[in-house]
């Protein structure tokens, strides 16, 4: 009863003074003051509901608004997401450092936590010859903080089937959110082609992450439509989502994140026929061949095309392949080239984690310079996934990359067959879809290093880790009955 007494009276008391304290700082025109409730409630859910916080970082993700996009002095950094992530990731290493068993030990052993390690240890060697350290160092601890909490944290999360769900559908719900948003916008201006590149700012920086995040839930949004456990008002609510971001992903313009859903209905089908991998292999050593061989017509007959891009969905498609007079295309190829004439003078160590942007000026050629193209290389990154690194940290910071594409699709096609058929491998199936859309718009794009794209990311990745686990093969299940 007295520490009943006791809280009834502090508490009050701390409200008062909070109130007295705001209304101080309002009259002296500072605001930021009424954030402390918030950052208390933030605080206090990263010690006693993590799980809640990490559902409400999926929710929050596709709404979060980077600084640097309101020219605020530079920073780099999204609000809300980024500094909840810093606290969980100190937390975390805390823990990880007092008690060693917080991640099951087999989730260490797995080959794709391997390459997930390799990757970070060698971007933390780069940043010592690196041009820019700052900029390196800042670049590698975000990367850190998306691998934890995104990555790590998110297993202990995931082992309750239920917050998978939660999860995706946390994500999807702020992503409808932006999709709308974005279509009302759009609409007012006619759902012409020029706009469709800002419409959906301050949420995402410009229409290609924004087309890459709705291809990468699709695949999920489309398996929920009829999934067995869910209700018909659910099954509902799935196929409005599906519609809604179908049609956010055609005005998007985004012509990368439509191949990329070519390339996962291929994926799909690969799946579902079973086709063994040693017949994939040769495919794809045969198509490399034909394009090696016959790369000088295939260069000739793309540039005959002369579609560029518009508010034609036709023509709009047939850009795709036009390398003589789309400005986006040639420019993407400038990024390329320049990412190699980096490589080749620094090939070992690369020029630094997150550096491509401040240093690739210099290296663009003259015959590859498009209408779009700055003097001072202040337009973004080297428009891929594989290059960037390439650039940045050498030839082994892009053959760590293309390992983690590989070794998670070896795992997928050995662990997918094995599967029975329910609801964990409708899930892993959605959700390495989604990994497939981002591993083909890679090629052509970068955003790994912003939240919209590392979140659901490492989140599937994760995913695909734990069903593996989940269910071993036959020689493992022995030697764990044994």
């Not at 080959?111 to 060698?122: E, G, H, M, N, R």
């Not at 780069?126 to 670049?139: A, E």
């Not at 070896?410 to 067959?417: F, N, Q, S």
Request: hydrophobic share 50%; charged share 15%; aromatic share 14%.
């Amino acid at each position: 009863m007295g520490r009943l007494l006791k809280w009834t009276t502090v508490i009050p008391l701390i409200c008062g003074v909070f109130i007295l304290l705001n209304a101080y700082f309002t009259a002296g025109e500072q605001y930021w003051f009424n954030l402390l409730p918030v950052v208390a409630i933030v605080v206090w859910a990263m010690f006693a509901a993590a799980d809640r916080l990490l559902i409400f970082l999926a929710f929050a993700t596709p709404l979060s608004i980077n600084l640097e996009e309101l020219d605020l002095g530079g920073i780099g950094v999204s609000l809300p997401t980024e500094p909840i992530m810093v606290g969980l990731t100190l937390l975390f290493l805390i823990k990880l450092g007092l008690e060693r068993n917080i991640i099951e030990p087999r989730i260490w052993r797995h080959p794709i936590t391997w390459v997930i390690s390799a990757q970070l240890i060698w971007m933390a060697v780069c940043i010592l010859p690196s041009t820019m350290p700052m900029v390196s160092v800042k670049y590698m601890l975000a990367r850190l903080w998306f691998v934890t909490t995104m990555y790590f944290m998110v297993s202990r999360l995931f082992e309750t089937p239920r917050n998978i769900h939660r999860f995706m559908w946390a994500y999807m719900s702020g992503m409808a959110i932006v999709v709308i948003y974005t279509l009302v916008r759009h609409a007012q201006l006619g759902f012409e082609h020029d706009p469709a590149h800002w419409v959906m700012t301050p949420f995402f920086k410009d229409h290609t992450s924004y087309g890459a995040i709705l291809a990468f839930f699709l695949p999920f949004s489309f398996s929920t439509v009829s999934f067995p456990s869910y209700s018909v008002g659910r099954k509902l609510m799935a196929a409005l989502l599906f519609v809604l971001l179908t049609v956010g992903l055609i005005f998007s313009y985004t012509r990368a994140a439509w191949l990329s859903l070519i390339g996962a209905l291929g994926m799909f089908l690969i799946l579902r026929l079973r086709i063994p991998m040693w017949l994939l292999a040769l495919g794809l050593v045969a198509g490399g061949g034909v394009l090696w061989t016959q790369q000088e017509q295939i260069t000739i007959a793309l540039e005959r095309n002369r579609d560029e891009s518009s508010d034609d969905l036709g023509k709009h498609v047939k850009s795709i392949s036009n390398i003589s007079s789309d400005a986006s295309n040639l420019e993407r190829i400038n990024r390329w080239n320049s990412a190699l004439r980096m490589w080749k003078e620094r090939p070992v160590f690369g020029w630094g984690p997150g550096t491509y942007m401040f240093q690739y000026a210099p290296f663009q050629a003259a015959e590859d310079r498009t209408i779009i193209s700055t003097n001072f290389g202040v337009q973004g990154n080297a428009h891929s996934e594989y290059f960037g690194p390439l650039s940045e940290q050498g030839v082994l910071g892009m053959l760590l990359m293309l390992a983690l594409v590989v070794v998670t699709t070896y795992t997928v096609l050995r662990l997918y067959p094995r599967m029975p058929a329910g609801a964990d491998r409708r899930i892993l199936m959605s959700a390495f879809l989604g990994l497939v859309t981002y591993y083909l718009h890679g090629a052509l794009n970068n955003f790994l290093d912003v939240d919209k794209a590392s979140v659901p990311f490492w989140a599937f990745t994760m995913l695909v880790v734990l069903m593996d686990l989940k269910y071993p093969r036959v020689k493992e299940v022995g030697v764990v009955e044994g």
